[in-house]
């Protein structure tokens, strides 16, 4: 079965520090990885994907994330946090061979960012 | 371009009242996806629609839940009778297409936040 985690709860950082939010993930075959990034009351905005190719995968807002097939981890990074990144970050995977629904997400429970000044 | 539309925005029943959720995808995506989302937990599908076919309906308590895309377009997720427990936010989500080869980003609208009473 397909499964994503996301450990931490929440993760609080000073503005300019670096960043990361983490997710592992299990799936049976290959994992599509995404992370999603949701404001106050709006719906869940894309930040990126991992399809294949490079592990380093760059996205929106300066953020990006790091595809380890032997930890079975898609963690987020951002080199220097800013206050308007505080929000609620959501990963997700699809598993390329599962048999069922295409295009099917199983998201994680997320996790709170917020950067102080 | 213009988003995913979702409508009402905010809704309070009492249980066993029945309620209705509107979704408009974005023009030309052929795949359109609602998602409950728990308050504290990551969105968790429904139901799956290519055009207007059901592709995943696994999830759908459907004693009480039923959706409809009958042109391929626009699409109505109804409860009846509601619970307690169906208290959540109601995502819908559109993507190009689907595909197992290709994972397409998928656009969410903003939700329409539900409470049971």
């Known amino acids: 079965a397909q499964s994503v985690a996301q450990p931490e709860d929440q993760v609080n950082v000073a503005e300019g520090n670096p960043l990361t939010v983490k997710c592992t993930y299990s799936v049976s075959g290959n994992p599509y990885l995404f992370w999603y990034v949701q404001y106050p009351n709006r719906g869940l905005q894309f930040l990126l994907k991992y399809i294949t190719g490079d592990n380093l995968v760059k996205g929106s807002y300066g953020f990006e994330a790091e595809f380890n097939k032997s930890q079975t981890s898609f963690h987020l990074k951002k080199p220097s946090a800013l206050v308007s990144d505080s929000a609620l970050y959501f990963c997700a995977v699809r598993d390329s061979d599962y048999g069922g629904s295409q295009g099917n997400l199983i998201f994680g429970k997320g996790t709170k960012l917020s950067v102080k000044p | 371009e213009a988003g995913v539309a979702q409508s009402p925005r905010y809704k309070i029943i009492e249980k066993r009242q029945s309620v209705a959720f509107w979704c408009n995808p974005i023009s030309g995506h052929a795949t359109l996806y609602w998602y409950q989302q728990i308050l504290g937990q990551g969105p968790k599908l429904l139901i799956q629609?290519?055009?207007?076919?059901?592709?995943?309906d696994s999830q759908l308590p459907k004693d009480r839940f039923s959706a409809e895309r009958l042109k391929g377009v626009d699409s109505t997720l109804k409860i009846q009778p509601a619970k307690l427990e169906d208290s959540a936010v109601y995502l819908c989500a559109s993507s190009f297409t689907i595909s197992r080869t290709v994972s397409y980003e998928q656009y969410f609208g903003p939700g329409t936040r539900l409470t049971v009473t």
């Open positions: 629609f290519q055009n207007n076919g059901v592709v995943d």
